[in-house]
Nanobody, 120 residues
Framework: QVQLVESGGGLVQPGGSLRLSCAAS????????MRWHRQAPGKQRELVAR???????NYADAVKGRFTISRDNAKNTVYLQMNSLKPEDTAVYFC??????????????WGQGTLVTVSS
């Protein structure tokens, strides 16, 4: 069993910053890819950023240069630093991990989501 706990969402003014965290716990042997997705009201969920186990990163065009994904393998945690936030970044943000459990199973796990609202 693997659990994810997200934190860091909230209300921020345009141009501001937020840092999201997603901590995994449970029967974890290793975590391969870690991702952040978002879903805005009335829109489909979209991939925002991903980071592999060796630290390689990819970003959606809409957030390149403003968002930074990082990970702390010792803490089984992934972060999303969001700078220069825009109203169109308003969404529920979800973390998503590919986990190898300590009993040999491979799981794709989702967080519960954290709301980010960018508004003046």
């Amino acid at each position: 069993q693997v659990q994810l706990v997200e934190s860091g969402g909230g209300l921020v003014q345009p141009g501001g910053s937020l840092r999201l965290s997603c901590a995994a716990s449970g029967s974890i042997f290793s975590i391969n890819v870690m991702r952040w997705h978002r879903q805005a009201p009335g829109k489909q969920r979209e991939l925002v950023a991903r980071i592999t186990s060796d630290g390689s990163t990819n970003y959606a065009d809409a957030v390149k240069g403003r968002f930074t994904i990082s990970r702390d393998n010792a803490k089984n945690t992934v972060y999303l630093q969001m700078n220069s936030l825009k109203p169109e970044d308003t969404a529920v943000y979800f973390c998503n991990l590919n986990v190898r459990t300590s009993y040999g199973r491979y799981l794709e796990v989702w967080g519960q989501g954290t709301l980010v609202t960018v508004s003046s």
